[in-house]
């Protein structure tokens, strides 16, 4: 892994061999009970890899008004910095979630980061809510964000298990 910039083990000047998968569920109101809360419930939290390029991630979306069908992309590189803070040192990855400022509620304090060895991986949950402008009648929505991310080598049905590490920072929602 070469280093593009001044500081090698900045993010931004290294290539990291990491693989991430972002699952990302959305819903209103109308998902918060019966039958469809049901639906949302059952969504999978982690999904077979398109490839095994690394760096690579992997996006899936599922939301309430496709019937929390997944729709899913992927792209060579790293995780967005404004996503996933990663730092690699003596052959570790420090992994960190970045929340949203923009979603509910507020933590104040968070988990640590998590650090990982080569062929381990994380699964990182976090949940949050949204309100509309009063001008779109005022309304809430509600998201939760599922980072799977291996270092290392891998296989395309990784995510699909259980992983070395799980940080659950899911609150309640109201």
Known sequence: MAAIGDQPDDYHDRFVDVTA????????????????????NAAPVGFVLPTLR?????????DEARGFEPRESSRDGQPDRADVLLKEIDGRLRVELAVTPWGMPRRWRRPPAVWLRRGEWVRWQINYRFSWPMARGGAWSYRM?????????????VFTGNPTRLVDERGLLR
């Open 21 to 40: 998968q972002w699952v990302r569920t959305s819903w209103t109101k109308r998902s918060r009970g019966g039958p469809p809360a049901a639906l949302r």
């Open 54 to 62: 690394c760096p690579a991630v992997h996006e899936v979306s599922m």
């Open 145 to 157: 964000d599922t980072l799977n991310l291996a270092y290392g080598p891998t296989t395309v049905d």
